[in-house]
């Protein structure tokens, strides 16, 4: 009976120290200057030196941490870099998240459309387009990871919006939202990387955008002289 009643408090006290390790509580939460310290220095060096001046010993120089901090961050130098390009993209263009382009009426995506220009204008907001596209060659992997993480959902709310538009009666029932999304993208693309070295204004830029739009059937420039959107002639 002594044994019985050992064996079962033997067992009991295994169970209870199990059970206690199953719900201990978590470890210290991740600091957020810390993770947003990485994704600065990550972004600088980067912007500096592209790819080959961004290395995990020169990022955790610059940022005044160890190695193992990005190491426990992040599964990758490519996601590191992609988050830091997308927060700093964030930070000097806010309000073009692919939820807040979800979220917005027909109204004020078109106003954000037209911001667009603004933001293209920033000789910073150019150095990062070309050193990303600059990239593909030789670290293709990195726009692969930026594409899929960020951009293909920004794309998609693109779409949709265009969508919205179109019901809207503002679009031609025929034009193919699709490639109009890929249309404007590449055309300002192409507008970013090879103009001249001071770049368009953002007046110049904004008349470019409502010409490409004008090709598609749709005309801005009813909504820059603030009159009432009417629906498109051919829809």
């Not at 992609?82 to 109204?107: C, D, F, K, L, M």
């Not at 030789?138 to 693109?158: C, G, K, M, S």
């Not at 010409?211 to 829809?235: E, H, K, M, Q, T």
């Amino acid at each position: 009976m002594g044994r019985t009643t050992s064996k079962t408090s033997k067992t009991a006290g295994r169970t209870t120290l199990k059970k206690s390790k199953r719900t201990a509580a978590p470890g210290r939460p991740r600091s957020v200057a810390l993770d947003q310290a990485i994704l600065q220095a990550a972004f600088a060096l980067f912007l500096e030196h592209g790819m080959a001046g961004a290395s995990i010993e020169k990022i955790a120089r610059r940022a005044g941490v160890a190695k193992t901090s990005i190491y426990r961050r992040w599964s990758s130098r490519d996601a590191l870099l992609a988050q830091a390009i997308e927060a700093a993209r964030n930070a000097t263009a806010p309000g073009y998240s692919a939820e807040a382009v979800e979220r917005a009426s027909v109204e004020d995506f078109l106003k954000m459309l037209l911001g667009i220009a603004d933001v293209l204008a920033r000789p910073e907001i150019r150095r990062l387009m070309a050193r990303l596209v600059g990239t593909v060659p030789d670290y293709p992997h990195l726009l692969q990871v930026y594409r899929e993480e960020y951009f293909a959902p920004r794309r998609r709310a693109i779409v949709g919006a265009f969508r919205r538009i179109q019901v809207a009666g503002l679009l031609p029932k025929a034009t193919d939202v699709e490639a109009l999304a890929d249309l404007l993208v590449g055309a300002l693309l192409y507008r970013v990387l090879f103009t001249p070295e001071r770049g368009d204004s953002a007046k110049e830029i904004r008349a470019y955008l409502i010409r490409i739009l004008r090709f598609a059937g749709f005309d801005l420039s009813s909504v820059v002289r603030g009159s009432r959107l009417r629906p498109s002639a051919s829809s």
